[in-house]
């Protein structure tokens, strides 16, 4: 595997690689979830490139991006053992160089639920992103089923600017107990990882409720607020039930269901989803 950092050097690795070239973006710290992304364009690709980078842009001033975890040499050996061709590690002046002004924004689908939430992220993310797709030239990009809200973002961005690439949404990976992976999962102490074991817990009973008839939008919200709102250590951030593609919040009765919810545990601020 090689490791590049500047646009130069990707570009001079890139134009070496066969096609169909598969793209993996993360922020590093890699995981089960991540390395299922990278497995799977191994397996739909001829070649392999991912991208380690953890973007300011899509962190808000309050938020933790100088203490997300890093541990590039570990990532490194992962990707290398899943068979990715070529490593780009950007730095924060490659992406963003003195007299930076340019911004991708999507409208509608980033307004509500994170975007709600966090004002300045998706414009972040879609910037990254663009320019991530720019600098390796995809033909696939995966994505995590994780960020759900990401995946719709991001299909939108490529269909709207008529980027030729295909985004591949793959399942989310959890833990046992049912936790979604996440890099922030290393801020929970013991107490707290019991505890955040509530998002998965809530949504299988909302999944649990649909699939036994239960199709009103508000008793569906209401029951996974009700199991939150039992665990002393979670505080409910929000939770949607809402159409899986326009994300439009769904009042009476439902069929096609996009549960997401976000939940602090103690200062750990963690999403998970699921559809129905
Ligand atoms: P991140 O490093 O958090 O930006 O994540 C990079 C990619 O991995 C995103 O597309 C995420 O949706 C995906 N991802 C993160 N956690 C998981 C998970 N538990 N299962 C599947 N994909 C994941």
């Known amino acids: 595997m090689k490791t590049v950092t500047t646009i130069s050097e990707l570009r001079a690795e890139r134009a070496k690689l066969t096609g169909p070239v598969g793209f ?18 191994r397996e739909e690709c001829a070649s392999v490139v991912a991208s380690i980078f953890v973007n300011p842009t899509q962190f808000a001033p309050t938020e933790d991006l ?33 007299g930076f002004q340019t911004w991708v924004t999507v409208d509608e689908v980033t307004k509500v639920l994170e975007g709600a939430s966090r004002p300045t992220h998706f414009r972040g993310v879609t910037t990254v992103v663009a320019k991530l ?40 990976v959890r833990e046992p107990d049912g936790l979604a992976l996440s890099s922030r999962n290393t801020y929970l102490d013991s107490a707290q990882r019991q505890a955040a074991t509530v998002l998965s817990r809530s949504l299988n009973a909302a999944k649990d409720a649909f699939h036994a008839g239960q199709h009103d939008a508000d008793k ?34 439902v069929d096609r269901v996009l549960f997401s919810m976000a939940v602090r545990v103690g200062r750990t601020r963690l ?6």
């Not at 505080?235 to 009765?253: F, M, N, R, V, W």
């Open 24 to 41: 993996v973006p993360t922020m590093g710290y890699l995981h089960a979830g991540h390395l299922s992304l990278a497995r799977r364009a």
């Open 66 to 98: 100088a203490s997300y975890p890093r541990d590039l040499a570990r990532d490194s050996h992962l990707l290398e053992d899943t068979g990715v061709d070529l490593l780009w590690t950007p730095t924060p002046e490659v992406m963003y160089p003195e």
């Open 133 to 172: 797709f720019n600098g390796v030239q995809p033909q696939r990009a995966y994505f995590g089923q994780k960020d759900a809200q990401q995946a719709v973002v991001i299909r939108r961005m490529v269909q709207d600017l008529n980027f030729p690439i295909e985004i591949v949404v793959c399942p989310i």
């Open 220 to 253: 569906l919200r209401a029951l996974v607020t009700e199991i939150v709102n039992a665990e002393p250590l979670a505080d409910l951030e929000y939770i949607s039930c809402a159409h899986p593609d326009t994300l439009q919040e769904h009042k009476g009765k």
């Open 271 to 276: 999403i998970d989803n699921l559809i129905v």
